[in-house]
């Protein structure tokens, strides 16, 4: 089974630097991504990791430690438009190469003045 | 920038009734997904969709549920006999590999079926 842990919601300063962390338990791991969604809308890909490491992309970050089944994704320069839910997903491989994701419940992060 | 769309945007329905929802994967893309996400929780898989066949299901999508790719560019979820608690917003999504393999998901803006 999949086991998805991150915490529920987080609050933070505009401006600031803040971390989402996620550990995961999986049968099966093809990958790491990070969704941010707003209320009432489509989850949108950040970042996506599948080896150990840190892989930037301008403001967010991710990083993953396979052996330790963690995750976290960071956001640098806080803005109040980054006030969303943050999705930590597992893959699995499915077959013909497609992907099937398991979300975990979110975090919220408030941005604040 | 390409993306997937889907209609209707909300749907309300009786229980019982039929209902079909629309998507429009990216043009290019081979797989595709429906996925739904009951109202403050966590978004969950239904099923994968790939040569024309399923390829993955989860237990959510029994036999009241069916998809169908009916034409080059539109693919459909039908829930045949609509419950209470299929009221969620359903979200279509479209993959493909690429270059780099991760095959990342574009998910379309959702429909919202409410079953009264």
């Known amino acids: 089974g999949q086991n998805i842990d991150q915490p529920t919601e987080m609050t933070a300063t505009e401006g600031a630097i803040v971390q989402i962390n996620c550990t995961y338990q999986?049968?099966?791991?093809?990958?790491l991504f990070w969704y941010q969604q707003h209320a009432g809308e489509a989850p949108t890909f950040l970042s996506y990791?599948?080896?150990?490491g840190l892989e930037e992309k301008g403001r967010f970050s991710s990083f993953l430690s396979r052996s330790k089944g963690y995750s976290y994704l960071l956001l640098k320069e806080l803005q109040m438009k980054d006030s969303a839910s943050y999705l930590c997903?597992?893959?699995?491989?499915?077959?013909?190469?497609?992907?099937?994701?398991?979300f975990g419940t979110g975090t919220q992060l408030k941005v604040e003045l | 920038e390409p993306e997937v769309t889907q209609t209707p945007s909300h749907q309300v329905t009786q229980m019982g009734q039929e209902v079909i929802l629309r998507c429009v994967p990216i043009?290019?893309?081979?797989?595709f997904y429906w996925y739904r996400q009951i109202l403050g929780q966590k978004v969950e898989f239904l099923v994968s969709?790939?040569?024309?066949?399923?390829?993955?299901k989860s237990e959510i999508f029994d036999d009241q549920f069916s998809v169908e790719r009916p034409d080059g560019s539109n693919f459909t979820l039908k829930i045949r006999s609509t419950k209470l608690e299929d009221s969620a917003m359903y979200f279509c999504?479209?993959?493909?590999?690429?270059?780099?393999?991760?095959?990342?998901?574009?998910f379309g803006a959702g429909s919202r079926l409410t079953v009264l």
């Open positions: 969709f790939y040569n024309n066949e399923i390829s993955e």
């Open positions: 999986t049968s099966g791991f093809n990958g």
């Open positions: 999504a479209s993959s493909d590999p690429g270059n780099s393999g991760a095959n990342v998901l574009t």
């Open positions: 043009s290019n893309h081979l797989y």
């Open positions: 990791n599948v080896l150990d």
């Open positions: 997903a597992v893959r699995a491989p499915l077959g013909g190469g497609g992907n099937k994701l398991t």
